[in-house]
């Protein structure tokens, strides 16, 4: 986590207009198996949260939004807890569209 900060810091020292920059965070496919999707599991996205917060960041967590998903383990590839399927981009791609949609006005 301290060099996740560090390497945060950099990103925001290279950019002047701290606006621009945008942070997704995405869950673990095992974060959001039928059951699981819950806080006792989440302590990943919490930390990240915090540092982004900390340094005034914008980001979007899109852990709700994959556990209520109909079918949220579809959104990753086979034995692969970290990478998103086609399906699972496309979800991704709407849920932007959607959020900087309602977030561009905030960006500008």
Do not use: M, W
């Not at 819950?38 to 994959?66: G, R």
């Amino acid at each position: 986590l301290n060099q996740y900060e560090k390497t945060i810091k950099k990103i925001k020292l290279l950019n002047t207009n701290n606006k621009n920059i945008f942070f997704i965070i995405f869950p673990y496919e095992y974060q959001i198996r039928k059951n699981l999707c819950n806080d006792n599991l989440l302590t990943p996205q919490k930390e990240i949260i915090k540092i982004l917060s900390n340094n005034n960041l914008n980001f979007y967590d899109l852990t709700k939004d994959f556990c209520n998903y109909n079918n949220p383990s579809k959104l990753f590839l086979n034995y692969d807890p970290a990478h998103l399927s086609e399906e699972g981009h496309k979800i991704v791609e709407k849920i932007i569209i959607k959020k900087t949609n309602i977030l561009k006005f905030e960006l500008d």
